[in-house]
Structure formats: structure tokens, C-alpha cells
T-cell receptor, first 116, second 109 residues
Framework: NAGVMQNPRHLVRRRGQEARLRCSPMKGHSHVYWYRQLPEEGLKFMVYLQKENIIDESGMPKERFSAEFPKEGPSILRIQQVVRGDSAAYFC??????????????FGAGSRLTVL | GQNIDQPTEMTATEGAIVQINCTYQTSGFNGLFWYQQHAGEAPTFLSYNVLDGLEEKGRFSSFLSRSKGYSYLLLKELQMKDSASYLCAVEDSGYALNFGKGTSLLVTP
């Protein structure tokens, strides 16, 4: 039973380019979360999605960042016109259900974005 | 707002016991989680507390006091492989876990 799969594991982009990070949740999980981890910082919540729906995007920067979780295929975190401050590890996590106490997240290994 | 505090670094000796504290102030509370993260790897779930008291799971135990906004993770019989970051996270009234900055634990011989 494969865990949460993220790719690419490492991505290098130049300023102004686009970055696309993909996440396939665990089998049977329909809830996906994206977190960002900066050096020496904690995991910061970005967005929570279910299939075809964005449930909570309160942690997403207002510009350049978007996320989707289509009916078929992986969830995608898209960063347009990247800047150096976007360099970070982006972690995807999934869970099987919502509700109080049902939020045990299984994390992927992360995608490390470096912006030159 | 959210405020989750834990020490930045700790050092302990192989075979010893270490306690990692976490204090929190959050809007709403639905549970507290501890995760372990080795450098360059994914965080992995260790424990969950929603009621006051101690939850024991092998060498790891976690304690919660909701009235004090306080939790600790207790690691016994430390092994070298326990060197990692330990992340305290609170599930508030929203949809996502809110994480502290993590405590980097170094286990020395």
C-alpha cells in the first residue's frame, strides 16, 4: 500500500518560471493538505482540498499560488512567476476523513523547490 | 490566532529519558498531535491526545493538560535513531493541523 506520493522530489527553477508540484494521496484517502516548510520554520498550512473542491485556502498567498485536486489524477500545487522566497520544502498530506480527532495526517516525502 | 511554543533544541544521552514540552494558545481545541521528522524526510505520526492525561505507546508517551494549554512528549531508553525533530501540532476548530516550529533532539553516545 503506497503512501503519499509526491513528485518531483527536487525542483530547480529560475525566477519568473512556473513550478508544479504533484501529490497522490494514500489509497482510500480523499482529503489532501499542502504545507510549506521554510528553513528553521515549522510546517505552515497552505490549503485543504477534497476531490474537485477547495475547502480551506486560508494559508495560501493571495497571488501566484493555486491548488487543485481534480476528479482524476493527483493534486497539483502551482506556483507562477516564482521568486527566491518561494524556495522551501512543500509537503503534501492526506487523511481518510474529517471530523474532530480524525485528522491524523500521513505526509509525503516532500518536494524541495529551489529558486535561482 | 495560533501560538504553539516548544524548545528549539535539546540534547540527551543514549539510554536516558527526555521530555519535550509544548505550550499552546489556539482558538478552539480538537486534539494535540506529536510528529517525528528526520532530516530530509516526511513527518511521521507519533501520538494524539484529546483528553487530559497520559497516553503511552512503547518507549514514547504523551501528556496533555487542556486547562494549562500544555503537553509533553516523553521518550524513554533513548536510541541514536531518535535524533530527529519533534513537532507539536494542534487541531483547532478549523480544518488543518497547526504546527509549532519543532524541537531538534540530538542523542549522544
Amino acid at each position: 500500500n503506497a503512501g503519499v506520493m509526491q513528485n518531483p522530489r527536487h525542483l530547480v527553477r529560475r525566477r519568473g518560471q512556473e513550478a508544479r508540484l504533484r501529490c497522490s494521496p494514500m489509497k482510500g484517502h480523499s482529503h489532501v493538505y499542502w504545507y510549506r516548510q521554510l528553513p528553521e520554520e515549522g510546517l505552515k498550512f497552505m490549503v485543504y482540498l477534497q476531490k474537485e473542491n477547495i475547502i480551506d485556502e486560508s494559508g495560501m498567498p493571495k497571488e501566484r499560488f493555486s491548488a487543485e485536486f481534480p476528479k482524476e489524477g493527483p493534486s497539483i500545487l502551482r506556483i507562477q512567476q516564482v521568486v527566491r522566497g518561494d524556495s522551501a520544502a512543500y509537503f503534501c498530506a492526506s487523511s481518510p476523513k474529517t471530523g474532530a480527532g480524525a485528522n491524523v495526517l500521513t505526509f509525503g516525502a516532500g518536494s524541495r523547490l529551489t529558486v535561482l | 490566532g495560533q501560538n504553539i511554543d516548544q524548545p528549539t533544541e535539546m540534547t540527551a544521552t543514549e539510554g536516558a529519558i527526555v521530555q519535550i514540552n509544548c505550550t499552546y494558545q489556539t482558538s478552539g481545541f480538537n486534539g494535540l498531535f506529536w510528529y517525528q521528522q528526520h532530516a530530509g524526510e516526511a513527518p511521521t505520526f507519533l501520538s494524539y491526545n484529546v483528553l487530559d492525561g497520559l497516553e503511552e505507546k512503547g518507549r514514547f508517551s504523551s501528556f496533555l493538560s487542556r486547562s494549562k494549554g500544555y503537553s509533553y512528549l516523553l521518550l524513554k531508553e533513548l536510541q541514536m535513531k531518535d535524533s530527529a525533530s519533534y513537532l507539536c501540532a494542534v487541531e483547532d476548530s478549523g480544518y488543518a493541523l497547526n504546527f509549532g516550529k519543532g524541537t531538534s533532539l540530538l542523542v549522544t553516545p
